[in-house]
């Protein structure tokens, strides 16, 4: 096991259902993350839904912190539109790769694709 590369590739999904909301709990993280900025500033920043998860992913670490954040589903009573940030989980699954040679190993010229699965030597 000594020098075993063990990779772990996540995908976590999440579906967009009050788009204003969305934006609103992006930018609010993004102010958080650069308090100086002013509204219009933060606007500008994050300005689309990439911006926007970017932003979400910094601050929190995923994209639907909180409650769900295990890919639970919503509490009895709970309509979509009342979800936090604006986002519904819809899924999450992780993958172990052994013996993947690691990022680091690629200095400053990755791969085209980091995220493609592996292929045999």
Do not use: W
């Not at 899924?91 to 493609?116: H, I, K, N, S, T």
Request: proline fraction near 11%.
């Amino acid at each position: 096991m000594t020098g075993m590369t063990i990779s772990v590739r996540t995908r976590r999904d999440v579906v967009v259902v009050d788009p204003d909301r969305f934006l609103a709990a992006a930018r609010s993280a993004y102010r958080e993350l650069n308090p100086g900025l002013t509204d219009a500033e933060v606007a500008e920043a994050v300005a689309d839904v990439t911006d926007a998860a970017f932003a979400l992913v910094e601050r929190h670490g995923d994209l639907a912190p909180g409650p769900d954040r295990a890919g639970d589903p919503p509490l009895p009573g709970t309509r979509l539109a009342d979800r936090p940030g604006g986002l519904s989980p819809a899924g999450r699954m992780r993958q172990v790769v052994l013996d993947e040679r690691p990022l680091q190993d690629y200095g400053c010229f990755l791969p085209d694709d980091v995220f493609a699965p592996p292929t045999d030597h």
